[in-house]
């Protein structure tokens, strides 16, 4: 993932809402926001937030990286 996309997982795994929560800490409007989203889920092969929170929990478990999310 982009370092963008990183950050806006991470925020979204603390339970933060897309607007304004997360764009205005990433200086993002709503649409670049929604677009980054979709494109993590994509790229992850994810259906939703809460399996994107799930990754990023199991990630941060192991330490940094978790070849089962694609997470680079």
Known sequence: MTPTEEQIARLISTGLSNNPDIASRTF????TLQFHVSSILT??????????????????ANGGLDDATGCS
């Not at 993002?28 to 649409?31: H, K, L, M, V």
């Not at 790229?43 to 799930?54: C, G, M, P, Q, T």
Request: zero cysteines; proline letters at 0%.
């Open 28 to 31: 993002t409007s709503r649409r």
């Open 43 to 60: 790229r992850l092969d994810l259906l939703s937030r809460v399996e994107l929170a799930a990754a990023v929990a199991r990630r941060e």
